[in-house]
């Protein structure tokens, strides 16, 4: 069973609004990954990290930002929400070694007003 | 160019039946692996097999098995005895290198895959 977290699972809000997306492993994996996926469709990837002080924008151009100050926690912030950040933000780990696979968190559904 | 090819959009199977869902990849890379996730309505995504390209057998994990042929570049997964709860979106993922020690994983664009009583 795959130990990460994401809160909230969902978040409906206004536009304009500052939203962070929390994420969480306990597995102590040095990579993290955020995903971003719209109902239907395959997940892109928008951030990665290989470790603390690390942070790297994946394929898919987005607007949101991320941190990565402690092994275990992995945020991604948006400064300002749009009806077009409307998605499924999924979070990822894994270990260094190139063959292991990515644990998932539970996804946080955005709904922007 | 899409890197990953899930060519069936939406697939019907009879419970205890068999179900084969197809992918294609397209790559360069001599070393790469290939996955399969499980995303049930609740979103979450579930691994359920990986098979890397240099392993000759193909993959099993319990009712599922991995057809990977190398030559033809594809990796379809097998779900025997299928039950209701395989009901779900079934996504084909490849990892290769990134660049600067780095591995990124591309996904398909999903078969969802239901599952008849």
């Known amino acids: 069973e795959a130990d990460i977290y994401q809160t909230p699972r969902y978040l409906v809000i206004g536009t304009g609004k500052k939203i962070t997306l929390e994420c969480s492993q306990t597995?102590?994996?040095?990579?993290m990954y955020w995903y971003q996926q719209d109902p239907g469709m395959e997940l892109h990837l928008i951030h990665y990290s290989y470790g603390v002080n690390s942070t790297e924008k994946g394929d898919l151009s987005s607007e949101s930002t991320v941190s990565r100050i402690r092994t275990e926690h992995f945020p991604l912030t948006l400064e300002s929400a749009r009806p077009s950040h409307t998605s499924q933000y999924l979070c990822?780990?894994?270990?260094?070694?190139?063959?292991?696979?990515?644990?998932f968190g539970p996804g946080t559904r955005l709904t922007v007003l | 160019a899409q890197k990953i090819t899930q060519t069936q959009p939406g697939m019907f199977v009879q419970e205890k039946e068999a179900v084969t869902l197809d992918c294609t990849y397209d790559?360069?890379?001599?070393?790469?692996?290939l996955f399969w996730y499980k995303q049930p309505s609740s979103g979450e995504m579930i691994f359920l097999i990986y098979q890397g390209s240099y392993d000759e057998q193909n993959a099993t994990e319990g009712r599922y098995s991995l057809n990977f042929q190398k030559a033809r570049k594809s990796a379809n997964l097998v779900i025997s005895a299928s039950q209701l709860g395989d009901s779900a979106m079934y996504f084909c993922a490849m990892r290769e290198f990134a660049g600067a020690g780095s591995y990124q994983l591309t996904f398909g664009k999903g078969t969802k895959l239901s599952v008849i009583p």
């Open positions: 597995m102590g994996h040095d990579k």
């Open positions: 790559t360069s890379d001599q070393s790469y692996g």
């Open positions: 990822a780990s894994s270990e260094l070694a190139t063959n292991n696979e990515q644990f």
